[in-house]
RNA sequence: CGGGGAUUAGCGCAGUGGUAGCGCGCUCGCUUUGGGAGCGAGAGGUCGGCAGUUCGACUCUGCCAUCCCCGACCA
């Protein structure tokens, strides 16, 4: 894509309002643009990023079963009533948004699916056959926080992968819980994360066992505590402040933390709330056992960033799966002619390029480069020809 | 929801009780071109909203809205 043409290239100064290092870089860079508190327009590199880390996600569901879907946004008050998470004591926190149609009846837009996925689960699941079943979506939630924070970080309006499953017993939904954090490994990994696994609150989602997925950095809004020496580590509201291991002894560090993703065992709460069963070998009704997982994409553009590999004083700098193109082709004075010729092969050769083509000094090329953060530069100049070519160097 | 800060051109900011300016960006022309270029000429504003005080309010007062930061909650 030609760079000239874009909508949202790179501002000189960044809008006062953000202070986190991620938020400023993606408005300062033209990834996103904010239309009110805690809601963002994802422009062409915010966009191509974020299908970026969608296609790893889905891939990785995929591994393990999952089977893509896509349920509502808009929600029927009947379904949470049912759960109980419509109002009263056990109300979901953050509130719904609510509203009315036409009809005056009340609606809800959704702030996760368990509601949506256990009726869609007691009216196609009937037989311990059809177990154990799992799916996933790649869908907008609607959260109405007391207040949004850090940009992308945590917004009101966010795309998040749910991923459900509906198991017949305990054994099965902790094997397939641990096949769900080795696939959330390995997108972190692919997308260039270290990230730790603690053990969690489940919050107002509820159920028996969780994990959080916690990112070490200081625009972390959680504290996790770890372990050096064995795989201990928990979030520090689950934990208490502690100083040394409870499984080994050693000395116990505490971080700040981006909370990346949040797993959960639910086990039958939901089941039996909504009347989910399944008829098993013996022909006796049992409720599903249930868990969810669920991952929020901006949260990774955001952590990518704020990650110690994730930027420098320049700008971002992207791993190589999520990099909004694969190669940055600048022009500079007297190269516009063959940079125009080697844009055209590179497209048709299927390499996703990002072609500054504008006519602006050296300088506003090479920064806005630096500042966008792919990882690939090709640079072709006067200079670069009479050297015998193009330069091409590496970001990082 | 409690506490703090803010709201003037697309972005960053000045400013005065007498009807608004600077830098960047944008448009046109010329010059320039390896790290955010130069000169010249332009376009762009119901000064967040509603009341009030006043001969006169962007400026003073009140209410409201919106945004940011800190706290409790989340992916």
Not at 235 to 250: F, I, V
Not at 358 to 386: C, H, N
Request: hydrophobic fraction near 35%.
């Amino acid at each position: 894509m030609r760079y000239s043409k874009f909508i949202g290239r790179s501002l000189r100064e960044v809008p006062k309002e953000a202070e986190a290092l991620s938020h400023r870089l993606l408005l300062k860079a033209g990834y996103i643009d904010p239309l009110m508190a805690g809601v963002y327009t994802f422009l062409p590199l915010g966009w191509r990023v974020m299908r970026k880390i969608e296609e790893v996600i889905r891939e990785e569901m995929e591994g393990i079963g999952g089977q893509e879907i896509l349920m509502p946004t808009l929600q029927k008050k009947e379904q949470w009533l049912e759960s109980g998470r419509w109002d009263g004591p056990g109300e979901i926190d953050p509130p719904l948004f609510k509203f009315k149609d036409r009809r005056d009846r009340e609606l809800a837009l959704g702030p996760t699916h368990e509601e949506i996925v256990t009726d869609l689960a007691r009216r196609f699941i009937s037989s311990y056959k059809d177990l154990p079943l799992a799916v996933f979506q790649i869908q907008n939630k609607f959260r109405n926080e007391m207040r949004p924070t850090g940009g992308v970080l945590r917004t009101r309006e966010f795309l998040m992968k749910d991923l459900y499953s509906f198991h017949a017993n305990e054994e099965d939904i902790d094997r397939y819980y641990r096949e769900v954090i080795k696939a959330y490994e390995r997108i972190f990994s692919r997308c260039g994360l270290k990230v730790l696994v603690v053990s969690a609150h489940s919050g107002t989602i509820g159920g028996s066992e969780s994990h959080e997925f916690m990112l070490p950095a200081t625009a972390g809004e959680d504290r996790a505590v770890y372990c050096e020496h064995c795989d201990f580590a928990s979030n520090l509201q689950k934990s208490g402040e502690l100083k040394n291991c409870p499984n080994c002894g050693q000395t116990i560090f505490t971080t700040a933390a981006i909370e990346m993703a949040h797993i959960f065992k639910l086990g039958t709460t939901y089941s039996e709330k909504m009347q989910a069963y399944f008829v098993g070998p013996d022909g006796s009704r049992h409720p599903l056992v249930m868990g969810c997982y669920g991952i929020g994409l901006a949260r990774i553009m955001a952590a990518a960033i704020e990650s110690k590999a994730g930027h420098d004083e320049r700008g971002i700098i992207w791993p190589k799966e999520l990099t909004p193109f694969d190669v940055h082709l600048v022009s500079l004075a007297g190269g516009e002619d063959v940079a125009e010729t080697l844009y055209g092969a590179m497209e048709k050769s299927g390499l996703e390029t990002l072609y500054d083509d504008r006519d602006e000094p050296a300088g506003v090329k090479l920064t806005d480069a630096d500042l966008i953060g792919i990882p690939v530069r090709v640079l072709v100049s006067k200079k670069s020809l009479e050297a015998g070519g193009v330069e091409v160097s590496s970001r990082s």
